[in-house]
């Protein structure tokens, strides 16, 4: 039998530390605000916009939409997006990606204040992060797995682990959080000639490739830690992973399920950025309110 390693679970155990900040915060007259900023309305985004407002409104962190219309021009963009960039009141933004064709994300990459970057979309956050700098924002899905790995006791000092993905949200930041930890890290892609021997010879498999079920049974090795990032929306609107769940689990040591698992602790990660945010605004000149 595997154990399950869930997400509310660590999420449950991270809520009191958070709520406790949000107090302190709030008797030193800091009111700690994100803004999400949507454009269009996949369904992707939906689902991560869910989870987050119930997350902020459980800690007690206010939390603005943006919501913009699919076809904005880049102008129009940039125009509502300094806005909040610059607002004293917005201590962390979260820029769902990818966006849409017409709009450049490496000029807003690079726009964003670094202070509030809260998902490590700056070029700021994310070189400082693979220098190991852990005061840096990491993109929040890959700390949650950190946050899950550690909740669950799973040791990362020298073990073999293979990252199945090397996006900027997930597989790039995650390998060097892990890096950090001293682990051994392979980064597989698309491009990958023997996926399955990579998978099979890792003691700890992280799946973020945003393929239905592709990670299966035979490509990992038996008592293996699984841990599966992907959120596939399929036809018929149910989430799934990027691991068939249930013949994997089967033959691992532990499995984070799809929902249920790493989504819910992103949410989190993503309160603790926002309360570091509104912290760090506390201490500079003319961010201090009440
Ligand atoms: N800059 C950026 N960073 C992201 O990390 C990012 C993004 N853009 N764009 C959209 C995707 C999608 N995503 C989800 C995260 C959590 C849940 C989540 O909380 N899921 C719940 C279910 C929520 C529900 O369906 O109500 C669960 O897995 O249990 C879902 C989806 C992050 N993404």
Redesign the pocket.
Known sequence: MSIQMR?AEVAKAMKEKLIREREELNAAGVNPCLTIIRVGAKE??L??E??AKKRMEMIGIECRIAELPEDISQEEFEDAFCKINKDPEVHGI????PLPEQLDVEKIRQMIDPAKDM?G?SPVNLAKIFEGDRTAYA???SEAVMHIMNHYGIELQGKRVTVIGRSM?VGKPLSMLMLGQNATVTICHSRTKDLADRCREAEIIVAAIGRANHITADMIAEGAVVADVG?NVLEDGT?CGDVDYENVREKVSHITP????V??V??SVLASHVLRAARTGQNEPGQRRG
């Not at 979260?94 to 990606?97: A, I, T, V």
């Not at 799809?258 to 698992?261: A, F, H, K, L, W």
């Open positions: 997400g992707n985004d689902a991560y869910r989870g979260l820029l769902f990606q998902d979309m993109p929040c899905t949200v959120i989430l799809v929902p249920g698992g989504g819910n992103t949410t």
